[in-house]
C-alpha cells in the first residue's frame, strides 16, 4: 500500500474471522492507546482490555485477533518482524517522546511547520497524525528535544560537546516512569545503608 501511487483510504474498520468492526481512527484515540501501553501502574490484564474498549466501539469476540489487529492498526500498518523486536529490544526502551510531557511543542511544531493547529482539529486519521508527525522538520524544538534525548555521549566528543548534550539532556529530560523511580529510590536506599545492591539491580 503506497499513499502516492495507489489510490486506497486510510482503513477504518477491522476484518476479523470475515466481519467487519469499526475502529475508532482519530489520532487522539491512538495517543491514549500509546500512554496506556506506558502506564507502569497498570498490569498486562487491564491494558489489553483499556486498549480495546478505547479502539473498538463493539470488540470482537476473538480477543487475540482483535488485539493483533488493535496493534496492526496503532502501527499504520506495520508489522515487526522477529530480527526488528530483537533489535528493539537490545536498544532498550528508553522513550524520546512523551505526548503528555511534549504535547505544547508538538503541538507548536505542527502549527509551526504544517499550519495545523491540533486543537481546532475535530478528527485526522492516526495514520495521515503519524506520517505528518514522523515528517515534523529537523529545525522545530521538539524534534531538536529528541535528538538530544536519543544522542549518545561517548568519548571521541571533544568536552565542549559532552558538557553541551550533557546539559541538553537535563534540559529535556523527560520525567521518569514510576518503576523507574522506585528503582532509583532502591539503588539509592541501598547505596545509603551499606552498598547492598543484590535484587536491585
Known sequence: MNILIDDIEYPKQAE??????EIRTNFRTSILFELLIQDDSLDARTKVWKGLNLYYPMIPDDLEAAVNTALWF???????????????????????????????????????AYNIDLQDVEYMHWWRFRSLFNSLPKDCEFVRA??????????????????????????????????????????????????????VL
Open 16 to 21: 476479523i474471522h470475515g466481519k467487519r468492526y
Open 74 to 112: 496503532y502501527r499504520c500498518g506495520k508489522v515487526e518482524t522477529p530480527q526488528q523486536k530483537r533489535m528493539a529490544a537490545r536498544r532498550g526502551k528508553k522513550p524520546i517522546y512523551s505526548f503528555e510531557h511534549d504535547a505544547g511543542l508538538i503541538y507548536a511544531a505542527f502549527l509551526l
Open 146 to 199: 529528541m535528538e538530544y534525548r536519543s544522542t549518545d555521549i561517548h568519548d571521541s566528543m571533544s568536552k565542549d560537546q559532552k558538557d553541551f548534550y550533557k546539559k541538553m539532556k537535563l534540559l529535556y529530560a523527560l520525567p521518569l516512569s514510576k518503576a523507574e523511580e522506585n528503582r532509583q529510590t532502591a539503588i539509592e536506599e541501598a547505596l545509603l545503608n551499606g552498598g547492598n545492591l543484590t535484587g
